[in-house]
């Protein structure tokens, strides 16, 4: 009897997949098919797909719906996909796919039927492609149009399967993540001169607290423990579609291990003590000036200030996580402890921090090394 095998995502996450399975001759090509399904989250969902699989080949009409369905285009399955898809992720994650397909995918091959796309069609979007940083996210999100297509008898397998996406040779020298210890000295000599309880904590929240941008924005001061200089994050901020244009919401943190309380420096809790006498101890931390979410990219524009008086080069906000974890890294914490603080879900994501920030450590001692022995 056949039943589902479970294998594991390079992120550590358990899938099931039912492959190989004989559903007879398909009459649109003439050959003997079998299946090659994958995807599925948990063991029921693959064994509900596998029964109704059966069930159809037993009664013979497996294949009726791929002959009534030919003519779909792929933007067609794409909006049946998405309209399911829509409710499984935060409003925040699914404007960033909604973007993915509008801005680049649908008007390449939005108009095309879904059953005339090959490995070719595919092949030649990925070189058109390659120089793009999301190319690999792009072909990800056609790959799970095609794996609904097949769950639902759209389609009979997915082109993106074998497809080669060439690597792009980065040019390292000029690969930036995170702040040296002597720049981020300047950068905080820069915001102590502020006299702004309201920037400097925000940003020190995000410099020696590890906090995303969201979770800033979302926390409240019934979970700041200001006697205790303890912060819990249970919130965070996203921004979502709203008509023709979008908005800012409050939703639950990225992950389950971005739940957390972490512990802050002194003066982080001083700077936010000192913004409590100004805003009171209700509701949000960082408000608008009209009392609602402060907007996401006042951040941006704060670090872009404090570096160009600091005189160091720009990294984006997220690189001041970077920031935090390579000072924990050289303060001696372990993977497991930086992982927990900045609320990581795979160890993946904090190793290849610590790969970078132990390469700069091995590259600042050899030429230190060099130096040292560059009179004999």
């Not at 800012?248 to 389950?256: A, G, R, S």
């Amino acid at each position: 009897m056949a039943k589902p095998e479970k294998y594991e995502l390079k992120s550590g996450a358990v899938r099931w997949r039912i492959n190989g399975i004989y559903l007879g001759v398909n009459p649109k090509t003439g050959k003997q098919a079998r299946t090659n399904l994958q995807g599925f989250k948990t063991q029921r969902e693959a064994n509900i797909a596998l029964k109704r699989i059966e069930s159809q080949v037993a009664e013979g009409t497996y294949f009726e719906n791929v002959k009534e369905s030919k003519d779909y285009t792929f933007k067609e399955v794409y909006e049946k996909w998405d309209s399911e898809y829509k409710h499984t992720v935060a409003e925040s994650t699914h404007l960033k796919s909604s973007g993915h397909f509008n801005n680049r995918i649908l008007p390449e091959i939005g108009h095309y039927k879904l059953i005339e796309i090959d490995h070719d069609d595919i092949q030649k979007l990925v070189n058109e492609w390659k120089r793009f940083t999301n190319c690999r996210v792009w072909i990800r999100e056609i790959s799970r149009v095609f794996q609904y297509a097949i769950r639902h008898k759209y389609a009979e397998s997915d082109p993106t399967e074998f497809v080669v996406i060439p690597k792009v040779k980065k040019d390292n020298k000029n690969e930036k993540l995170f702040y040296e210890k002597h720049e981020l000295e300047l950068i905080v000599s820069e915001l102590n001169k502020l006299d702004d309880p309201k920037i400097e904590s925000y940003m020190r929240l995000l410099i020696f607290g590890g906090l995303r941008n969201g979770e800033v924005l979302g926390l409240r001061w019934s979970r700041v423990d200001l006697d205790n200089n303890l912060v819990t994050i249970d919130q965070a901020i996203g921004r979502r579609k709203k008509g023709n244009s979008t908005e800012l919401y409050v939703k639950d943190p990225k992950n389950e291990p971005s739940y957390r309380t972490i512990s802050i420096d002194i003066k982080t809790a001083s700077s936010l003590k000192e913004l409590q006498k100004y805003t009171g101890s209700n509701g949000l931390v960082y408000k608008s000036e009209r009392g609602g979410i402060l907007s996401d990219s006042k951040s941006r524009k704060w670090l872009m200030s404090l570096v160009k008086d600091a005189g160091v080069e720009f990294v984006n906000v997220h690189g001041l996580r970077h920031t935090h974890a390579s000072l924990l890294f050289e303060g001696g914490a372990s993977i497991k402890y930086v992982m927990h603080r900045l609320g990581h879900k795979d160890i993946e994501t904090t190793m290849n921090i610590y790969t970078h920030v132990t390469k700069k450590s091995i590259e600042d001692f050899s030429e230190k090394f060099s130096d040292y022995f560059s009179g004999f």
